[in-house]
């Protein structure tokens, strides 16, 4: 079965500093990653996915983030934080076989501080 | 919020009433999802839809249903037996077939019961 930790539940860190937000993954095969940011009372919005290629992958907003397949992890690293930034931070993680769902982490709050 | 459509963005309900949520999408997706998140949880899956004329349950259907007559359109009806139905919906697709694709969500749905 598919599963998604995020072990953090608030990650706080000061404008300008760089900002992580982890993620670890368990799938039975090769999976596809995905992050997510999500506003008060809004829908979530794509920030970007692994598929497969380069470990570093760089999505909207200046985010990126790096898989790590033998420690199963995809943390979100952006240089440097801005206060619009501050948000809900979801991972998600999708087997590779036909048919297979989305499965989501708890989340992560996310405050950046001026 | 990507071509997905959710209506109304409040609604409130009585006890014992049924109430339907709206989703329509312009994306040409075939597939389309329903998740309920709650205050400091993820996204739970209530329903999928691979296809038209085709539905699954998913992980908390119970007091929960739905149809799937047009491509674009996967309503969610919560029906008097879903006992604590006060949530943030939302509604997602996407093109099942490759498995790399992400999910687009709509701007969600919050139901309040009085």
């Known amino acids: 079965a598919q599963s998604v930790a995020q072990p953090e539940d608030q990650v706080n860190v000061a404008e300008g500093n760089p900002l992580t937000v982890k993620c670890t993954y368990s799938v039975s095969g090769n999976p596809y990653l995905f992050w997510y940011v999500q506003y008060p009372n809004r829908g979530l919005q794509f920030l970007l996915k692994y598929i497969t290629g380069d470990n570093l992958v760089k999505g909207s907003y200046g985010f990126e983030a790096e898989f790590n397949k033998s420690q199963t992890s995809f943390h979100l690293k952006k240089p440097s934080a801005l206060v619009s930034d501050s948000a809900l931070y979801f991972c998600a993680v999708r087997d590779i076989g036909y048919g297979q769902n989305f499965v989501f982490g708890p989340g992560t709050r996310l405050s950046v501080l001026p | 919020d990507g071509g997905i459509t959710q209506s109304p963005k409040y609604l409130f309900r009585k006890e014992g009433q049924n109430v339907t949520l709206s989703c329509e999408q312009n994306l040409n997706h075939d597939a389309m999802y329903w998740y309920r998140q709650d205050p400091g949880q993820g996204l739970r899956l209530i329903y999928y839809s691979q296809i038209v004329n085709d539905f699954q349950k998913g992980d908390i259907a119970e007091g929960y249903s739905v149809s799937r007559e047009k491509k674009e359109s996967f309503p969610l009806t919560v029906t008097s037996a879903q006992k604590n139905p006060t949530a943030f919906y939302l509604c997602?697709?996407?093109?099942?077939?490759?498995?790399?694709?992400?999910?687009?969500f709509g701007p969600g749905t919050r139901l309040t019961v009085l």
């Open positions: 997602a697709s996407t093109q099942p077939f490759l498995g790399g694709n992400e999910q687009f």
